[in-house]
């Protein structure tokens, strides 16, 4: 079997001029790349970027009229206000501004396909017509989220306009491994030739940030959500570092002592007077643990005047154990740049929804935790799959967190695991169960992570050989 070639990233990049995009629900498919590019160019020629978007007709009952209506285009607007950002730094001087003072210039198309080949025609002819000396042309085709019939209309396109100064270049992103393949086609005298290569060079953005990839899907964070940067290795956040501290001293206690976990999980139970009771015994036995005031204080604010506070407790113990995990693993801390506690996505009108635990790789993919102390139904474990999507498509993954080890996971979706105090959480695992939501126990994050980022860390590994 011959081997597929590979190309260097770094050199078809610095030869591009013209960009386009297929616009999609998670636009950081086309904004990591074109990252990607920008940093690859000089001052000697700059970036002309397209953004092509399928535009839908809707009826409108009432006049009985036609009416341009298209959902698709807030995707454009999402990486308009992303691309905003570019104006602060370099590399925004590598874009070409367009004629309407925008970053991308914006090509609508219908849902007529005939009329896609012809249009796609006119675009490189225009392009072609406007050249003001003999260089050779470079296309980039970002076709990861293009529709298999535009595909299909931009081949033939090329294949009816191409010239020999000029190459065409698809560009497809395999989400599992952060790997890109690329077509490159060019014309030799009257033949069009076509070379399948892999891209070499590693796909990622060291800049982005949660923030950056929310807003890509078209959500804004609450300035009070909590961000850990990555820092020289080390996973940083000046306000909330004593409560993970303290949670790293709770999760040793719990996961080393049964009782000590009985009460913890069984302390938001039974009726008000003995709940309180419970409650107060339990903050005493985590206070124990705790040497400095330093650290008691911050026990307190974990807790606040939160009647199930042990669900807060379950959050800095999860948030704990990933920070260990990382910053324990070079291999697996290289993928991730930040981790978010407590992320408020607000949406056009308010607030979309709050994810407990939020981490991003350098590749865009997105893995959004919810910690349920205690019973969750189904229909809640139906809307975080659907918020995970809305905010991440597919590269987002729901995970479920429940304070069960692994020993009791593992009964538990069994059904073997008979315990009164664990009534609620069982209920919860039930729940994810039915709506396929993945389940993480607190001592397999480590286990639930390289599962997730294995294929990505196996490209690198074989990458660095």
């Excluded at 030869?15 to 636009?27: G, R």
């Excluded at 005493?284 to 606040?304: H, S, V």
């Excluded at 959480?425 to 607190?442: N, T, Y």
Aim: charged share 35%; glycine share 6%.
């Amino acid at each position: 079997m011959d081997k597929i070639r590979k190309k260097n990233a770094s050199e078809l990049f610095k030869q591009c001029n013209f960009y386009i995009m297929c616009s999609t629900l998670n636009q950081v498919v086309n904004y990591i790349p074109l990252k990607m590019i920008l940093k690859e160019k000089t001052d000697r020629s700059k970036l002309e970027i397209f953004n092509i978007t399928i535009d839908s007709n809707k009826k409108n009952e009432s006049n009985n009229h036609i009416e341009n209506f298209s959902p698709n285009r807030r995707w454009d607007e999402n990486m308009e206000s992303a691309l905003e950002m570019l104006k602060k730094g370099r590399l925004a001087s590598n874009i070409k501004i367009s004629q309407n003072g925008k970053l991308f210039t914006p090509c609508s198309l219908g849902k007529n396909i005939g009329e896609y080949i012809e249009r796609i025609k006119r675009f490189i002819k225009c392009r072609q017509d406007s050249k003001e000396t003999n260089d050779s042309y470079t296309y980039i085709w970002n076709i990861t989220g293009g529709q298999k019939s535009l595909i299909f209309a931009i081949r033939k396109a090329i294949e009816a306009r191409i010239v020999p100064e000029e190459k065409h270049i698809f560009l497809y992103l395999e989400g599992n491994t952060n790997q890109c393949a690329v077509e490159c086609i060019s014309k030799q005298d009257d033949r069009i030739e076509s070379e399948f290569c892999l891209l070499k060079g590693k796909y990622f953005d060291e800049e982005l940030t949660i923030k950056t990839a929310l807003q890509l899907a078209g959500f804004k964070i609450n300035e009070k959500s909590c961000i850990f940067k990555k820092e020289n290795g080390k996973f940083c956040n000046s306000k909330e570092g004593k409560k993970v501290e303290v949670a790293d001293y709770i999760y040793k206690a719990f996961e080393e002592d049964e009782g000590f976990r009985a009460e913890a999980i069984g302390c938001n139970k039974g009726e008000a007077k003995d709940k309180e009771k419970n409650q107060e015994e339990f903050k005493k036995r985590c206070q124990e643990l705790l040497k400095t005031n330093e650290l008691k204080e911050a026990f307190e604010k974990i807790c606040g005047k939160n009647d199930n506070f042990f669900g807060y407790i379950l959050e800095y113990m999860a948030l704990s154990k990933l920070i260990k995990v990382l910053e324990s693993d070079n291999n697996l801390a290289d993928q991730f740049l930040e981790i978010g506690h407590s992320i408020k996505l607000e949406g056009e009108k308010d607030q979309f929804c709050e994810f407990d635990l939020v981490l991003l790789t350098k590749g865009g993919q997105i893995l959004i935790i919810e910690c349920k102390s205690g019973n969750m139904d189904s229909d809640v474990s139906k809307a975080r799959i659907y918020t995970t999507y809305a905010a991440a498509g597919v590269y987002g993954k729901p995970i479920l967190i429940t304070p069960l080890l692994k020993k009791e996971l593992e009964k538990a979706k069994k059904h073997n695991l008979k315990n009164e105090n664990y009534k609620y959480i069982l209920k919860a695992i039930g729940a994810a169960q039915r709506s396929q939501m993945e389940i993480w126990a607190l001592d397999s994050i480590e286990e639930g992570l390289r599962n997730w980022m294995g294929d990505i860390i196996s490209k690198e590994n074989r990458r660095r050989k």
